[in-house]
């Protein structure tokens, strides 16, 4: 009885995308999420969008986690660039004895634009219109693993993330998040999706690391986040990376190994004061 409320507990507050899951990918993952400003990359089409206008190309992203490395909440998470645009999909769900109890599903369209460039500086900006999907699956029924439940029902709902960043001599950078800024109400919940908006600082004071500095906060909580991130290039093939976060008290790693001309595979872990660790594997690909 005590696994199926727990279960029941992950399903309702921890495990859903419209919980503003921040760790997507193993980038954000070993860094304790502190990547909202800096270079852009592939990870951008989960994260800050002004950064996708420095990407270039045919991209492809794929990674896979168990949250708090529980096997009845798996997390996909899979992208798709071309030049500037992306699309994202993003799949949490709580699953047990083969039945999904319940699902949340996020579709995102990104596109990164260049506002100004000269020899010293940039300034970037990026929107994201985001479509999503619940789906609370069936009731626990008479054996207590949703085999002869009732469906619970469905629905869906919209938002927008903006982004900015400024940048000077590539080594400076300054960025702003804004997740969810308008979205109108989850249907038949009755309430809107969360909004917080990420601050982001980084320094690259040369070209083999990268220090970066993040305060995130969700509207209506007087609490902040503060997150602090690092990535060092050991080697062409190699790169390690690893992050702390306050409130709550959390420690990450993790480290990408490059394969030149085939793309890169990744792996992050981040710590949780109460619950297990959580491990988060990504696969990059340019396809040209």
Do not use: C
């Not at 997507?24 to 909202?36: C, L, P, Q, Y």
């Not at 769900?93 to 010293?120: C, F, M, P, V």
């Amino acid at each position: 009885m005590k696994k199926y409320i727990l279960i029941l507990f992950f399903s309702i507050s921890l495990t859903q995308v419209f919980s503003h899951y921040d760790y997507t990918g193993s980038r954000a993952t070993s860094m304790s999420g502190a990547i909202t400003s800096g270079p852009g990359g592939i990870w951008n089409i989960f994260h800050n969008p002004a950064q996708l206008s420095d990407l270039n190309g045919l991209n492809v992203i794929t990674g896979y986690s168990k949250i708090f490395n529980l096997s009845f909440l798996p997390y996909i998470n899979s992208g798709i660039s071309y030049g500037s645009y992306a699309i994202n999909f993003e799949k949490l769900s709580t699953e047990i004895n083969n039945y999904e109890l319940s699902s949340e599903i996020a579709i995102g369209l990104s596109k990164g634009i260049l506002i100004y460039k000269d020899r010293q500086s940039k300034i970037q900006a990026g929107l994201r219109f985001n479509l999503y999907q619940y789906d609370f699956g069936r009731s626990s029924g008479l054996e207590g693993d949703g085999s002869n439940g009732i469906l619970l029902g469905s629905g869906n709902g919209h938002g927008i993330d903006i982004g900015f960043q400024g940048s000077l001599n590539n080594r400076y950078y300054m960025a702003y998040y804004l997740q969810n800024i308008y979205s109108g109400n989850i249907g038949g919940l009755g309430s809107q999706l969360p909004q917080s908006i990420s601050i982001g600082l980084s320094y690259k004071p040369y070209d083999d690391l990268l220090t970066s500095f993040d305060i995130n906060q969700l509207s209506g909580s007087s609490n902040q986040e503060v997150r602090f991130g690092i990535e060092y290039l050991l080697s062409n093939q190699w790169t390690l990376r690893a992050g702390i976060q306050s409130n709550s008290n959390r420690f990450s790693t993790g480290f990408v190994y490059t394969i030149p001309n085939l793309g890169s595979i990744s792996y992050g872990l981040i710590t949780h004061h109460i619950m297990p660790i959580t491990h988060q594997l990504t696969f990059y690909t340019p396809l040209k």
